[in-house]
């Protein structure tokens, strides 16, 4: 059975920061892409950062987010990581990660690639 685990969300000022971590169990992770998305109340899903499988180790963020978080996993914990800096209340949101059995980043509208799901930690960012 595949699981992936998120945890790290909570409450935090604004220019605060968190990571998230996602801890995957019935998969190496090294073998997938995995994909940060969050979803703000309101609105639709978004693709936040991604990175390729172990072998490419590339990187995508959205533009929102470029020089603010960062991406990363470790293969030997299973686990991938955000660490989000210089938080701003509009990060606020529902945040998953997800895997995809793929060697490179794909197009992040399309999250029907990706095969495995979180179920979710949340992020307030507020004062």
């Known amino acids: 059975q595949v699981q992936l685990v998120e945890s790290g969300g909570g409450l935090v000022q604004p220019g605060g920061s968190l990571r998230l971590s996602c801890a995957a169990s019935?998969?190496?992770?090294?073998?997938?892409?995995i994909g940060w998305f969050r979803q703000a109340p309101g609105k639709e899903r978004e693709g936040v950062s991604c990175?390729?499988?172990?072998?490419?180790?590339?990187?995508y963020y959205a533009d929102s987010v470029k020089g603010r978080f960062t991406i990363s996993r470790d293969n030997a914990k299973n686990t991938a990581y955000l660490q989000m800096n210089s938080l701003k209340p509009e990060d606020t949101g529902d945040y998953y990660c997800?895997?995809?059995?793929?060697?490179?980043?794909?197009?992040?509208?399309?999250?029907?690639?990706?095969?495995?799901w979180g179920q979710g930690t949340q992020v307030t960012v507020s004062s």
């Open positions: 019935g998969i190496l992770l090294d073998y997938y892409v």
């Open positions: 997800a895997a995809y059995l793929n060697p490179e980043i794909p197009d992040m509208s399309a999250m029907s690639l990706f095969d495995y």
């Open positions: 990175i390729s499988n172990s072998h490419y180790n590339n990187t």
